[in-house]
């Protein structure tokens, strides 16, 4: 689903949705959905028409498997560097660090990360990364341990993971309180990330916003 020039989200990915922030020659992907064998990522390239080898890196927001489900399996795919906070990278180290609910019908409480995932480049808020445009590394934490966002300059997108969700009559609103470690930090993050001037929310669940606005129906029918 193309969002505005140079920037796609995912339709086909379970979890989280992921994004793919284009530059000329190079692509950057955020988050990377549920495991599901890198097809919803896949498919999210095959509808950007951007080859596996042109992801030069993947951002985490953070490390719920819903986010960095596929993390290792798109690395093999893409040979991209994979890249998250010191905490993500601490969290994803740890085989069974958080515990994640399994996939339909059973709901059950599995293990996550099944077992370790090696994040190659630590990420620090206030970090401009020169790929795609230009990509800020933000501080969102509240939600998850060591969650950030990230200001996409080239579509002046602000993808935001979990520590925001993006509300029709409301804007861009904390996330519920039971999802949050803290949520009065999550308050907080809410507040700064809406401060930031860009033309797109892109949330982990749900639909991005453009110029203040959620899609109506031609993004009706698609799945996150
Ligand atoms: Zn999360």
């Not at 002046?156 to 979990?162: E, H, P």
């Not at 308050?187 to 929310?201: G, H, P, Y």
């Amino acid at each position: 689903m193309l969002v505005l020039p140079g920037l796609h989200a995912s339709q086909a990915t379970h979890g989280a949705r992921a994004y793919l922030v284009e530059g000329p020659m190079e692509c950057v992907l955020i988050d990377t959905g549920q495991p599901d064998g890198t097809l919803g990522v896949g498919h999210l390239l095959g509808q950007a028409g951007r080859p596996p080898h042109e992801v030069r890196l993947i951002l985490l927001t953070h490390a719920h498997a819903g986010h960095a489900g596929n993390a290792a399996a798109l690395r093999r795919l893409t040979g991209a560097r994979l890249a998250a906070s010191e905490e993500t990278a601490r969290l994803l180290r740890d085989p069974g660090s958080m515990a994640t609910l399994g996939g339909l019908p059973w709901r059950r409480r599995v293990a996550w990360p099944p077992e370790p995932i090696r994040i190659d480049e630590v990420l620090s808020p206030g970090q401009v990364l020169d790929l795609a445009g230009g990509v800020e590394v933000l501080d969102a934490p509240g939600h998850a341990p060591g969650s950030l966002a990230f200001h996409c300059y080239g579509p002046n997108a602000l993808a935001v993971g979990d520590a925001a969700t993006v509300s029709r009559r409301h804007g861009l609103l904390p996330p519920p309180a039971r999802h949050c470690h803290d949520p009065h930090l999550a308050r907080q993050t809410a507040e700064r990330l809406a401060a930031v001037d860009a033309r797109v929310v892109a949330p982990g669940h749900g639909w991005p916003s453009v110029d203040g606005r959620l899609p109506a129906r031609q993004w009706s029918s698609a799945s996150g």
